[in-house]
Structure formats: C-alpha cells, structure tokens
C-alpha cells in the first residue's frame, strides 16, 4: 500500500512542485530585473543597509514620513534585502514578503492610463479634487500623491477604482475594468509623482503557517470581517467586505493589511512581514475554502440564520408531521 | 372501611369483544390493498436504505452518503409503521366505560373524621415532642440557608472599580512584547495588555503577563503627531504622539469593542452597535451605552516602553448597583 502511494507522491507532487519552483524563480527575475542585478552583484548602486539613514540616501527621495520602522513590518527599514539602483528604491523584504516597485518602463503607460480613468476625480497630477459648495468643501477624489504603489495597486486591482458612483459611501469591489498589469502601470506613475512605501508586496506562502495564521486573524481581523470572514455591516453604511470570495487574491490581502484602504486600520509594526505572511496563507486557503464538515455553511455568518433554519425547517417539519400523524383518515 | 363500603360506585362494565365484521374494526384507508402495497414498498427502501448505510460505514464512503441513507432509512421506516397504524388499523370510533371517580358524601365524612382524629387530637397530647420537633426542624431550615448564601460568592469589595493598570504599567501585546512609540503608524489599531501584573485572588498570589479580561485595552494611533486638542477637557497630555486606549469593555453589557474605523475615527461595538468617537473621549455617537468608553492616560518610560501614567479614573465595563465613579 505504501510504495505506489510513495510512486504517486513523487510523480504527481514532488515533480509538478519542481517545474512550478523553476517557473516561479523566472518570473521573479523577470519581475524584478534589480533582483537578479542585486544577488549576482553586477548593479553598481546596489546596497543592502539597516540603518533609515543610509536607506534614503541610498533609494533618492523615498518619501518615509510617518511610516514604522519597525524592523520587517512593511517598511525599507532594515530590511533583509534592499535594492536600490539609480537612486531609486527598486525592492525590500525578507523571506516572508517581497516588496517591489512596478519598473519604471510602466510610468509612460501609467500617466495615459490615469489621464483617461482617474483623473476626472482624482485630478490631473493625482493631488486630489475639490468641490467648493458655499463655504463647505467636499473631497471628490483624494490626494493620491505620497501613498505608495500598493495603495494604487490594491485599488484598481480589486476593481474598486475607477468608481462608478463618486457619491457612494465605500466603493464595493467590483469585477475589474483594468487589468493588473494596467493596475500596477497606474502605480508606478502616481508613485513616481512621490516615491513612497509600502511598494507593492508578493508574498512567499510556501512557508506559512496557517495554524498561527488563524490565531492572528481571530485576534486582528475578526472583530470586523467575523471569524469565518463572510463580513459584516459597520457604522454609517460601511461594511467590512467579505474574504470567501475567491477572487481575493494573497496580494490584495497584503495590500489591504499594510496600506489600511478606506475604514480599515493599517496594521504596520504590530504585525511582523511573517505574521501578515501567515494571515494571508490563513485567508486565501482555509477561510476561503471551508471544509464544512457538517453540512451546509448557511453563508457562516452565525446563529441567526442557523437558528432560522432550524426553526423554519426543522420545527416546522415536525409541526406538519404531526398533523398528519393527528389527523383521521 | 370494607370493601362494601365502595360497592355503590362501582359499575361493572362488560368487555367488548373484537369481531371483525364489525365495522368499526374495518380498515381506516379507502383502499386497503392500495395502501399496503405503498407501506409494503416504503419499508423495503428503509431495508435498502440501511443496508446502503451499512456498506457505506463498512467501506468508508463518504459521510454524506452514509448521514443520508441512515437518515433517509430511518425516515422511512417511521413513515411505514406511521403509515399503518394511521391507514390499516382499526378506525373506530371506541368508547370505554368506567365508573364514576367521585366518592359518596358518606365516605369523605369519614375521611375527615379520621384525618382530624388522627392528628388534632392524638398529636397535640404530645406538645414537649410537637415543640421539640418544630424546633429541630426550623434550625435545621436556617442552617441550609448557609451554604445557599455562601455560593453567592464572596463580597466584590472594590474589585469592580479598580483594574490592574496602575501608573507606570507597561503596555504589552498579545505575545507579551512591550510597545513603542514607531510601533503603529496613523489610523493603527491593537488590543493592549498590563504587563507583569501581580493577581491576588483567595490569598494565592499569582503573576499574569497580560492581566484580566477585563484589562484588555484598544491602543489607537490617531496622527503622527499630538492631537490638536484633547479628547475631553482635562485630558491634556494623555496621548502622546497620537496615541489613544481606551477601554476595550463595553460600558453597555461588556462585549469588547474592537470593531475600529479609521477614517470614521469610530470604534462600534458589535452586539448592540454602541458607537464611540476616539477623537471625542469616545462618547456614544449612537447606541445603548449609556457612557463613554473608560481612557487611559498614556506616556513613555525611560526605555521608550508606553506605558499607563495613571490608572484609569473610572469602574471598567457594564454598571453595576455600588458604581459610584
């Protein structure tokens, strides 16, 4: 019994994992060209560095203010693996989370992009409209600059921008409009505009634990997304959307962690790169694929609808069983 | 009493005897035949039904197939025998005769009699026993009442107004790790903890890294720098660098508070909605509770740990009939 599972095993895991692995790593070089540039050391301004200092000196204008420096939490900071080349910060990270620049070949493509998709709202050098009514003011669309790429990328990626209704309370996420080749296009101009961080993030799951991953999620993210992440309403008609959906993908929900789009809170020094690795493992496997072992889920949003369910189905089965037992033939 | 006393209230009532021909005895279905063969084939798939749940629990199906042909078997079966007792039994209708439950005037007269004589009059011959026994028996009714107070549970004392945060109490994680001023940027949020706190419960001494339920705090970054005004009058100097906690217990029922929107700047309580402005001292905006959300002043130590510069200054969580902060 146990060879030809062992036969199986190599065949149809072990080979299949080594053709993906060799995939993986040449994307990564083609994605992040300083990558490659940075480990073989051929790139001349390339430099690994723990101290914030040296980090802005080395990356040009990264726009840092306010970001935490807490070591691996979603910042250049004493990084593990910093590249930087020609004064621009190109990536960071460490095992858990790699975050990357899109290239600057994508500025040109991004600022035609954002001409004609965002910039009705979003203005035409992405600061942000106004609308003066009397003396009120009213924000159309937020100042873009100084955000950083995940900020943008998460965003667009997730369908939620370009809006459809300026004056909705959230944008939901929608099917998306661009793709994430376009998104990331978008990123790399805004960002241009104000180099900041966090860069767009590519975690590396393989090594994640989604046991601890779990833990965090009940203890950080629960409270709002409940804890079979099905969502829930909040305060003045925002909700917390829900995380089954399938099309949540480990990036967007690194992004959202580290950039804290709309009503979320940004999670930065509180929650190590590994710790935000081990959530995002937790979210896009078990929590968006439920094993249900005892049946149906009814949505997972608690006893109101299980409850309802009994009562209706159950209570009321038995109400009409009995009727017929009691009534004469 | 003899038994002739009772004679007179018994009727005696012939049985009645079963005759088929009786057409009471007839099947209740219209069409017996008919209503056997469906009984007949209903049993027969809870006899398959089972022994699919059988083979199913032998070979390790799935449990989808093995729940559904036992429920599915049992279903069936109940439905056959319901089936024939409602349709291919006897209809009736049946009456049974009985006698009357009522007893004559003569025989309660009796009964009275007997029931005064037998403890009016034997029982208060003997008052030294009578009083003896009431006496024993009333002490021992008070001395239960003991253990029944008991289990109440020992009085609260000022359990209820005090909390283990104290002034210099430093503020933790949930691993333990102490938190600094870089640690959350603006619009972060995390459950903070006393650290180190020393619990005294029934004499026994014990250290808790984390405190009590009741301790859990929300830690809130509002801004990179200092508030433009405090969160309430006289709440200069509590949050540092943008730093606010409060309470993470309700003053509602207690559920804890942990549901926060950053550009709202709005803390909701999930049982009943309770909505709490961080910027304004957390005053309900909305919702049943009744009074703002507890605040702890805030500040550094010398190693650069946030830590409590007062405990708070208020009972934590839900009222309580001795409140009197």
Request: with cysteine.
């Amino acid at each position: 019994m146990r060879a030809p599972l062992k036969g199986k095993f190599r065949t149809q895991f072990l080979l299949p994992a080594g053709l993906l692995s060799v995939a993986a790593m040449a994307s990564l070089a083609v994605f992040f060209p300083g990558a490659g540039a940075g480990a073989s050391g051929h790139a001349d301004a390339s430099q690994v560095s723990t101290n914030a200092k040296d980090v802005l000196k080395a990356c040009g204008t990264v726009n840092t203010k306010g970001v935490s420096p807490t070591p691996n939490s979603g910042n250049p900071f004493t990084s593990t693996n910093l590249i930087c080349h020609g004064g621009n910060l190109i990536a960071y990270g460490n095992h858990a989370i790699t975050y990357a620049n899109p290239p600057a070949s994508y500025i040109a493509a991004g600022r035609d992009l954002f001409a004609t998709t965002c910039s009705s709202c979003h203005g035409n050098t992405a600061n942000g409209t106004m609308i003066v009514n009397g003396k009120t003011e009213a924000t159309i669309g937020p100042n873009l600059q100084g955000v950083g790429a995940a900020t943008v990328d998460f965003w667009v990626s997730s369908g939620r921008m370009p809006a459809t209704d300026v004056k909705a309370v959230e944008a939901e996420r929608r099917p998306t409009r661009l793709t994430p080749q376009q998104a990331l296009e978008i990123a790399a101009w805004v960002n241009s505009l104000d180099p900041a961080v966090p860069a767009v993030p590519y975690p590396h799951l393989n090594g994640a634990n989604q046991s601890v991953g779990a833990d965090l999620f009940s203890l950080n993210c629960a409270a709002c997304h409940t804890i079979t992440g099905s969502g829930d309403a909040l305060a003045y008609g925002t909700n917390a959307p829900s995380l089954q959906n399938k099309q949540v993908t480990s990036q967007q929900v690194v992004e959202a962690i580290r950039t804290g789009p709309a009503n979320m809170p940004r999670f930065s020094g509180n929650l190590s790169d590994a710790q935000v690795r081990d959530i995002t493992s937790y979210v896009t496997g078990r929590l968006q694929h439920p094993t249900n072992p005892g049946g149906f889920d009814l949505g997972g949003v608690g006893p109101v609808a299980e409850g309802f369910v009994a009562l209706l189905i159950g209570v009321g089965g038995l109400a009409l069983v009995a009727f017929w037992i009691g009534d004469r033939s | 009493m003899s038994d002739a006393d009772h004679q007179p209230s018994r009727t005696r009532v012939p049985m009645p005897i079963a005759a088929l021909s009786d057409p009471h005895m007839s099947d209740a279905a219209r069409h017996p035949k008919r209503a056997e063969g469906v009984i007949a084939i209903v049993l027969f798939a809870s006899m398959v039904l089972f022994a699919i749940a059988g083979a199913a629990y032998w070979q390790n199906w799935s449990p989808w197939v093995f729940g559904g042909a036992l429920g599915g078997g049992m279903f069936a079966l109940g439905f056959g025998l319901t089936a024939w007792g409602k349709y291919l039994m006897p209809q009736g209708p049946f009456v049974e005769e009985r006698h009357t439950l009522a007893g004559t005037d003569e025989e309660r007269d009796a009964l009275s009699a007997a029931l005064y004589e037998r403890t009016t009059v034997v029982v208060k011959r003997r008052k030294l026993l009578g009083g003896m026994f009431a006496g024993g028996a009333g002490l021992f009714g008070i001395v239960a009442l003991f253990p029944l107070i008991r289990s109440l549970g020992p009085l609260p004392k000022n359990e209820l107004d005090v909390s283990n945060w104290k002034a210099g109490t430093v503020l933790v994680d949930s691993n333990g790790r102490p938190i600094r001023r870089e640690t959350l940027q603006a619009g972060g949020i995390m459950t903070v903890y006393p650290r180190n706190q020393k619990i005294v419960k029934d004499g026994e001494v014990t250290f808790t890294q984390q405190g009590l339920a009741t301790d859990q705090t929300v830690l809130i970054r509002l801004s990179d720098g200092p508030l433009p005004q405090p969160t309430m009058p006289g709440r200069e100097g509590w949050a540092p660098d943008g730093y606010v906690a409060y309470s993470k217990v309700c003053t509602h029922l207690g559920c804890p508070v942990g549901l926060y929107e950053r550009e709202l700047e709005v803390l909701v309580c999930p049982c009943h909605q309770s909505m709490f402005n961080v910027r304004d001292g957390a005053v309900p905006q909305f919702g049943p509770a009744p009074r703002p959300l507890p605040q702890l002043p805030l500040g550094y130590n010398d190693q650069g740990y946030l830590i409590a510069t007062a405990p708070y200054d208020q009972a934590l969580g839900p009222a309580f009939f001795e409140r009197t902060t």
